[in-house]
């Protein structure tokens, strides 16, 4: 069975995609696989659904999560070049 690893920037495996036809092999053998596909979703929310609901820290907290991970990934694009 060929499979396919999704890895991170660190080279560590954070997926495997194996092929449809050995998923229904495996899903028909082991009746508990299927629940994986039956799992509800969550709804999508869009960012500007949520104006006025987040409070001032929280909205900044995330704020600063997200201008540390472009710093971090800047920093690491740096690196490669």
């Known amino acids: 069975m060929p499979l396919q690893y999704i890895t991170d920037n660190t080279g560590a495996h954070t ?11 495996l899903t ?3 009746d508990d696989l ?5 799992a509800p979703t969550k709804p999508k929310v ?3 659904d949520l104006e006025g609901k ?23 694009l740096k690196k490669q070049f």
């Open 34 to 38: 299927k629940t994986l596909e039956a």
């Open 46 to 48: 869009k960012l500007s």
């Open 54 to 76: 987040l409070s001032h820290e929280t909205a900044e907290a995330m704020l600063n999560y997200v201008a540390e991970s472009r710093n971090g990934w800047e920093e690491r």
């Open 28 to 30: 028909r053998k082991y």
């Open 15 to 25: 997926a495997v995609v194996i092929p449809i036809n050995e998923w229904e092999k």
